[in-house]
């Protein structure tokens, strides 16, 4: 196990993919090992649950498969690392009564709730090339978002500005006048804290081509003026080489804003710890 410092201390990631994910690459097994040879205390599988096309991949089939691989990850770790049962849930609210029996039927210790498309725009990462479709989504997103945040049948919320990482930054190139979602954005962070939903740091931002978390610094900053005080923090992981990758910059970030403590949650409840 390395030796941390500062630059290298990863407490938590609890935002990470495996095969039981239709875009992860490696093997559960493989990403355990990775964040336990990162001295990592406080790791989570979050495997998608992509709630309105549970069809068109076996989604199912890795649904029931994760209880057993948290279990046995669990056991193999015990006193060394604490291993959570974690999903993330993409688009809940197009399916509420079958996203509502999944969190029923599952004990999940930690549920990401996250946005991975718009109504009008099943595919983020190929809109249209004209400003007024990239608004357009940005429009829906953040409008789901808050709709999302509402129902709040989560713990904490993804990726706030996820859409960036395919307009703006190396992948878009596009600049956002972002300023017109300052008022929806500051409602969202509004509805986290009264609804007791913890805000994401998603550092996959910082390596895939925005060179900042996800949420961008300024809307932690202004979570943190109002008051919210529950952070997560996962690197989006969808191999083992990427399991904690620059949750570092992502922490030291968090302490420039004033945060001494991310959360990580057991059985739905936060635990806080220290960073
Ligand atoms: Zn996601
Ligand atoms: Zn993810």
């Known amino acids: 196990m390395k030796e941390n410092t500062k630059e290298t201390f990863i407490p938590a990631d609890i935002h990470t993919h495996s095969t039981l994910s239709h875009d992860g690459k490696d093997a ?6 990775r964040a336990f040879e990162l001295g990592i205390k406080h790791f989570a599988l979050t495997d998608h649950i992509e709630n309105e096309k549970m069809d068109s991949w076996d989604f199912w ?15 193999q770790y015990e006193g060394r690392m604490e291993v959570y049962y974690g999903a993330e849930l993409g688009q809940a609210l197009y399916d509420l009564p079958q996203a509502e029996r999944i969190l029923k039927e599952h004990d999940f210790d930690f549920v990401l709730g996250s946005c991975h498309r718009t109504k009008s725009y099943a595919r983020i990462d190929r809109l249209p090339d004209t400003d007024e479709d990239r608004y357009r989504c940005l429009d829906e997103y953040f409008e789901e978002q808050l709709a999302l945040a509402e129902w709040g049948g989560f713990c904490a919320l993804s990726h706030l500005d996820f859409p960036l990482r395919f307009i703006s930054g190396d992948v878009g190139g596009h600049d956002i006048d972002m ?29 895939k081509g925005l060179h900042v978390t996800m949420p961008s610094p300024r809307y932690v900053q202004l979570y943190h003026d109002k008051g919210g005080r529950m952070i ?40 806080f710890i220290q960073i």
């Open 61 to 75: 089939g890795a649904l029931e498969r994760s209880y057993g691989v948290y279990r046995s990850l669990k056991e």
């Open 232 to 271: 997560t923090v996962g690197s989006d992981a969808h191999r083992a080489c990427e399991v904690g990758a620059d949750i570092p910059q992502a922490l030291s970030m968090l302490r420039g804003i004033g945060y001494n403590e991310i959360c990580v949650f057991r059985r739905k409840q936060p635990i």
């Open 28 to 33: 559960p097994e493989l990403l355990a090992a």
């Open 179 to 207: 300023s017109r979602y300052d008022s929806i954005i500051s409602r969202i962070l509004d509805v986290i804290i009264k609804n007791d939903i913890a805000l994401e740091v998603n550092s996959s931002g910082i390596r």
